[in-house]
């Protein structure tokens, strides 16, 4: 069982940065893969990034690519999402997600997901 919690969306203006954090408690998190989800209001959920506890790879999607970053805090279990170059396109709601086994960009397969925090981006 993993349990996942996003925290740090909320307000900014077309070009600002905003961090977001997901922070996940479980056995055998070395194991898992990480992944940011996004959902704009009658939109499908979107792939935005992904990373691996172990090792370095990280992989975005192509609306995000140059501006989004993907990190981790292993001692924190504790993954970011740095958001820069903010666009209005960029508001949804956020979704952490974990998995066993290699990332994908389907939320088909994610098995631990958190109740997502709102990113709102005026113009």
């Known amino acids: 069982q993993v349990q996942v919690t996003e925290s740090g969306g909320g307000l900014v203006q077309t070009g600002g940065s905003l961090r977001l954090s997901c922070a996940a408690s479980g056995r055998a998190l070395s194991s898992y893969a990480m992944a940011w989800f996004r959902q704009a209001p009658g939109k499908e959920r979107e792939f935005v990034g992904g990373?691996?506890?172990?090792?370095?790879?990280?992989y975005y999607g192509d609306s995000v690519k140059g501006r989004f970053t993907i990190s981790r805090d292993n001692v924190k279990n504790t993954v970011y999402l740095q958001m820069t170059s903010l666009k209005p396109e960029d508001t949804a709601v956020y979704y952490c997600a974990t998995k066993s086994g290699l990332i994908t960009y389907s939320k088909t397969g994610y098995d631990y997901w958190g109740r997502g925090t709102q990113v709102t981006v005026s113009s």
């Open positions: 990373i691996y506890w172990s090792g370095s790879i990280t």
